[in-house]
């Protein structure tokens, strides 16, 4: 334990946690309706695509754009027992108190300072959870704190009072699916200060946090009722938020599969640099279409890809021999996370690289021919393939 708590202190370990509970009210945040799930099919299903408009300083946010392109259908499933506020219909109603007086309440017990005047703000949703694209929100409190049992205080960043988002049902690349039963429940979110040093400490706060909300009773309880967010970050890495943790008993592998991720990010960024790798290198690469060389390959889901119309693309990465094949995570390696950012930013998916081949029904031929295609170095470089429409 004691050989624990010093490699994080090596490491230079700082978590910070976002707590989100829903309040026991008996109405939604913002309107008259239940606060509470629906289990029977929807009565209606209305589909939407997000657009972006310009904010209030007259600019498009480039994450907006970025949703925009991908064309993707949100589809909101709705109940005749919702009003018309769940899918943006008509202006929010005022406040509930029985919410209110919950958060101010808490804002107390952790000896935080109240603003005079309270605000509705908005926060912005982009992902469709939110039918506005936006969630409501009311900062109640600053600069609490909460003392661990080792005596240390932990800061109380900021309390808000908020409304629940949409809950997901499916996804998948043409669309998303949310149930609006949930969108609008009232939620406190409690954010405390990246100060926390050891899985332990993250254990304690949460359990102390969770032990006052259940204490008021005057908060939700069951399976999605709170959820977890922790903030992960070490030195020379960077803050990596993994949303949704459900359970307490998974901060600790979390926690140390995201410190290997960014010890291992960090060497891997050593190793460009001690290579003179640089951006511009990559830039100055024009993708190749290599799709003649997968005519008759026995990879499978380059076949459909190819019968349904799809080209194959081929990049060389100049000096990334065997960079995206190091493993960063056990079972899981750079190239993965390489995929998965490209994936985000431009929605392709079906993206592979010659570190990991032959493999997936490719040979070792072809695997040739993309060197030899690309003008790429067997040893030195990287060729990264890439499967999608022209």
Not at 94 to 112: C, H, N, P
Not at 129 to 147: A, C, D, N
Not at 295 to 306: P, R, S, V
Request: aromatic letters at 6%; charged letters at 35%; one cysteine or more.
């Amino acid at each position: 334990m004691i050989a624990m708590e010093i490699y994080y202190k090596q490491v230079g370990l700082r978590v910070g946690l976002e707590i989100h509970q829903q309040l026991d009210s008996p109405r939604k945040l913002f309107c008259f309706c239940k606060p509470e799930l629906i289990d029977r099919e929807p009565d209606v299903r209305i589909v939407r695509f997000q657009r972006p408009t310009l904010s209030e300083t007259g600019e498009l946010d480039p994450t907006a754009i970025k949703e925009f392109k991908k064309r993707r259908r949100i589809i909101y499933e709705m109940y005749k027992d919702l009003c018309l506020y769940e899918i943006d219909e008509k202006p929010p109603e005022f406040v509930d108190d029985y919410a209110l007086e919950t958060a101010l309440l808490l804002a107390r017990i952790f000896k935080m300072e109240i603003p005079d005047v309270l605000f509705v703000s908005r926060k912005q949703y982009l992902d469709g959870s939110v039918p506005s694209g936006f969630q409501r929100t009311i900062l109640i409190g600053l600069k609490g704190e909460l003392e661990l049992s080792n005596g240390k205080k932990v800061r109380i960043d900021q309390l808000c009072l908020e409304e629940d988002a949409a809950r997901k049902v499916k996804e998948s690349e043409e669309e998303v699916v949310f149930r609006v039963d949930r969108l609008g429940i009232p939620l406190v979110e409690i954010t405390t200060a990246a100060e926390l040093e050891s899985p332990d400490e993250v254990l304690e706060c949460a359990l102390k946090i969770g032990a006052i909300l259940r204490a008021t009773k005057r908060v939700k309880r069951g399976l999605g009722t709170i959820r977890q967010d922790i903030n992960i970050s070490i030195k020379e890495g960077t803050r990596v938020e993994i949303k949704g943790v459900q359970y307490p008993e998974w901060f600790k592998p979390l926690i140390d599969g995201e410190i290997m991720r960014q010890i291992n990010l960090i060497e891997i960024a050593k190793e460009m640099k001690s290579r003179g790798i640089s951006a511009n290198d990559i830039i100055n690469e024009k993708s190749i279409d290599v799709t003649h060389i997968f005519k008759g390959t026995k990879a499978k889901f380059i076949q459909k890809a190819i019968s349904q119309g799809e080209k194959v693309y081929a990049l060389k990465l100049p000096g990334f021999g065997g960079i995206l094949g190091k493993e960063i995570q056990k079972n899981r390696r750079f190239g993965k996370e390489f995929a998965e950012r490209v994936k985000v930013i431009t929605g392709l998916a079906g993206i592979i690289h010659t570190d990991e081949l032959p493999a997936y029904g490719i040979s070792e031929e072809e695997k040739n021919k993309l060197f030899d295609v690309t003008r790429a170095d067997r040893e030195r470089d990287c060729v990264v393939v890439v499967v999608g429409p022209e």
